[in-house]
């Protein structure tokens, strides 16, 4: 039975990066399918097309930076034998839904730049509101670990 969880360590360390990073993959390619698609309709039109979109783009993928850092703090607690699947699994989740629902908020800002060109600011404070929650969670999470 030992030798099965010791396969199984690293489940946690995983999981949390790979989560946050799904999210972050997920998030970006909905932005970046909405500028793309923003960007074709003002070459259409011969308006100018919004380069800022590429910060919507990339918004979403600061959480894998996120699960990263959680993961590099687990894996001092795993090197003592100190197995975290649950907080991996779950912390992951959290960052990489965050991450997701980012990039489609993000697709949404595309739209309405590339119809109106305004608001830019607008739509990175909303984009903002939603990464701190991944924020919260590693923070939190960082938190917990500490106390383990």
Request: net charge positive; proline share 1%.
């Amino acid at each position: 039975m030992e030798g099965i969880i010791l396969q199984f360590k690293d489940f946690g360390l995983g999981a949390v990066l790979s989560l946050s990073a799904i999210g972050s993959g997920l998030g970006a390619g909905i932005a970046a399918m909405a500028a793309v698609g923003s960007w074709k309709k003002a070459f259409s039109q011969n308006k100018v097309a919004p380069f800022l979109m590429v910060a919507f783009v990339g918004a979403p993928l600061t959480q894998t930076v996120y699960g990263m850092i959680i993961m590099n703090r687990m894996a001092e607690l795993v090197n003592k034998g100190i197995h975290l699947w649950g907080i991996g699994i779950f912390s992951g989740l959290a960052m990489g839904l965050s991450a997701l629902m980012q990039g489609k908020a993000a697709a949404v800002a595309c739209d309405a730049l590339g119809e109106t060109g305004k608001g830019f600011a607008n739509y990175i404070v909303v984009l903002g509101i939603i990464e701190t929650v991944a924020l919260f969670v590693m923070v939190f999470t960082l938190g917990v670990l500490g106390k383990i």
